[in-house]
Nanobody
Framework: QVQLVESGGGLVQAGGSLRLSCTTS????????MGWFRQAPGKEREFVAT????????RYADSVKGRFTISRDNAKNAVYLQMNSLKPEDTAVYYC?????????????????WGQGTQVTVSS
């Protein structure tokens, strides 16, 4: 059973930064494509970023491109999301997800394992 645990969320002012972490256990982390998604109140869960198993390839939603950076450390079974220049519209619960396939995807339906989420609130 693969388990994912997010941390690092919190309350921050607009223009500030946060770094989310996600650690995994119970699987072979280095073989998973990893992704970050978010869900705001009343909205569907949306894609934020994804990273290949090697870390050599990434993709971002247009809304976060240039502000967020996804990275991973396979030795630590961890994936990170550095969020800079935060805006109130970034407020959401952020979820880490793992895909047991070598192909990246920005569709939540393609991910097999999910964390419980961490709240990010950006005040104006």
């Amino acid at each position: 059973q693969v388990q994912l645990v997010e941390s690092g969320g919190g309350l921050v002012q607009a223009g500030g930064s946060l770094r989310l972490s996600c650690t995994t256990s119970g699987g072979t982390f280095s073989t998973y494509v990893m992704g970050w998604f978010r869900q705001a109140p009343g909205k569907e869960r949306e894609f934020v970023a994804t990273i290949s198993w090697s870390g050599g390839s990434t993709r971002y939603a247009d809304s976060v491109k240039g502000r967020f950076t996804i990275s991973r450390d396979n030795a630590k079974n961890a994936v990170y999301l550095q969020m800079n220049s935060l805006k109130p519209e970034d407020t959401a619960v952020y979820y880490c997800a793992a895909r047991s396939d070598f192909r990246r995807s920005d569709s939540r339906r393609d991910y097999d394992y999910w964390g419980q989420g961490t709240q990010v609130t950006v005040s104006s």
